[in-house]
């Protein structure tokens, strides 16, 4: 399918800075395909093969950024997160007609280009988020994105709760319950504009240090941990370094970067240092009620409080100690000082050690050809080097990643 005929002009903001509110649409509609002049859509059965979905945004590689939207689907109103002076209203209007006389067709939307702009429309709960991107990724990366942004949007309110604000009234702006929240939601959807790793490939960066030592400090926190711990996290540099959790119960990686994004990105807790309460909503843990986490960024001590042996000079040293008790800060609090006091071993790990390592039995040599070929290279040449990289990963498997943590 060709891109439309007519532009669309204006600039997108990075990021998920809105909350806006469509009418429902009908969740079984048919096959059909559209197209006017201004560009194409879909329906539920887009013509390329990819559906489209809810979208957050992304960057525009002629400089303006995407955006993403969150409308009501019960009233249609919609609403900015971010305010920098854009014509994002101007973009929801129109999304929000087009919704409109599909769900009238019972034919969904899914998604549409024009002007070379990729729109991608999902419905999750109440809500529609919309991407809207000029930088080519796929309608599954961009559900995948605005998968993300729901998740933070869970994550402070709840699902009941979300449910329950439209319910009782369908004309709520979610602005006013999500106020607060919009360097959050900001923070995210700029990560996807960036192109973080982390974010992309739903994953966590964990810190490399010796096996000895991560066992060191998963014993440290089993040893301390009390009654009414769920989950017990150490993170340095905004990178894992270990996690306890219950035998039965892990982690899901969206949940982790939430609490990342939270942390690292907005910086709002870190900026105010010491300790930190924090009640918030793990949707793949329970999406339907809050955890209360204990912060404590240790670098913010004093020198007589702060174990020197915690990457010294590195203030994002963090214990992160999540509970269902929502009035065990004082147990957590005294967990973290056994912790502090048991003491944790990190050093820092030299990049070039592990260069150095590659260079010397060949894997760097292979590796290099390889790139530098680029879409040329053979490929024999491309397997080499992948299977050299893979044999360093498995060599460093424990060093590099975190293995199940430890359990209680």
């Known amino acids: 399918m060709g891109d439309g005929t007519e532009d669309v002009e204006g600039n997108l903001n990075p990021g998920p800075d809105a909350s806006r509110t469509?009418?429902?649409?009908?969740?079984?509609?048919?096959?059909?395909?559209?197209?006017?002049?201004?560009?194409?859509?879909?329906?539920?059965?887009?013509?390329?093969?990819?559906?489209?979905?809810?979208?957050?945004?992304?960057?525009?590689?002629?400089?303006?950024?995407?955006?993403?939207?969150?409308?009501?689907?019960?009233?249609?109103?919609?609403?900015?997160?971010?305010?920098?002076g854009s014509n994002e209203g101007s973009y929801i209007g129109v999304v929000q007609t087009i919704i409109s006389f599909h769900e009238g067709a019972k034919d969904p939307l899914k998604g549409f280009t024009a002007g070379g702009v990729r729109f991608v429309v999902v419905a999750?709960?109440?809500?529609?988020?919309?991407?809207?991107?000029?930088?080519?990724?796929?309608?599954?990366?961009?559900?995948?994105?605005?998968?993300?942004?729901?998740?933070?949007?869970l994550s402070t309110l709840t699902l009941p709760a979300l449910e329950r604000i439209f319910s009782?009234?369908?004309?709520?702006?979610?602005?006013?319950?999500?106020?607060?929240?919009?360097?959050?939601?900001?923070?995210?959807?700029?990560?996807?504009?960036?192109?973080s790793p982390s974010t992309l490939l739903s994953a966590l960066e964990c810190l490399k240090i010796r096996k000895s030592h991560?066992?060191?400090?998963?014993?440290?926190l089993l040893h301390s941990r009390t009654p009414d711990l769920l989950y017990g996290l150490i993170v340095a540099g905004g990178r894992l370094v270990s996690v306890v959790r219950p035998k039965k119960h892990s982690l899901h990686p969206s949940d982790l970067q939430l609490i990342f994004n939270m942390l690292f990105e907005a910086g709002g807790v870190k900026a105010g240092g010491g300790e930190n309460w924090i009640p918030l909503c793990l949707p793949g843990f329970n999406?339907?009620?809050?955890?209360?986490?204990?912060?404590?960024?240790?670098?913010?001590?004093?020198d007589d409080d702060t174990p020197r042996n915690l990457c010294e000079g590195d203030d994002q040293v963090a214990i992160l100690l999540i509970s269902a008790n929502k009035e065990g800060f004082y147990e957590l609090k005294t967990m973290r000082d056994d912790v502090v006091q048991v003491g944790i071993p990190i050093s820092r790990q030299d990049p070039a050690h592990d260069y150095k390592q590659l260079e010397k039995d060949g894997s760097m040599a292979i590796i290099k050809a390889a790139v530098r070929q680029g879409p040329f290279a053979s490929r024999a040449a491309l397997a080499q080097g992948a299977n050299k990289m893979a044999q360093w990963v498995k060599r460093e498997e424990e060093r590099v990643f975190i293995v199940g943590g430890a359990v209680f």
């Open 22 to 84: 469509p009418s429902s649409a009908d969740k079984h509609g048919g096959t059909r395909s559209g197209q006017n002049r201004q560009g194409k859509w879909e329906g539920e059965n887009p013509d390329e093969g990819d559906s489209v979905s809810p979208a957050t945004g992304s960057a525009n590689r002629r400089g303006s950024l995407d955006h993403s939207d969150v409308k009501d689907e019960d009233t249609g109103s919609d609403e900015d997160v971010k305010e920098d």
């Open 124 to 153: 999750e709960g109440p809500l529609y988020l919309v991407a809207i991107s000029s930088l080519g990724e796929s309608d599954n990366q961009l559900r995948v994105q605005l998968g993300a942004l729901y998740m933070q949007v």
């Open 168 to 195: 009782d009234r369908p004309s709520s702006d979610l602005r006013r319950p999500l106020q607060g929240t919009e360097p959050l939601l900001s923070a995210l959807a700029d990560s996807f504009t960036k192109g």
């Open 214 to 220: 991560r066992q060191v400090i998963n014993t440290a």
């Open 287 to 302: 999406k339907n009620g809050f955890l209360y986490m204990y912060v404590s960024f240790l670098g913010a001590y004093s």
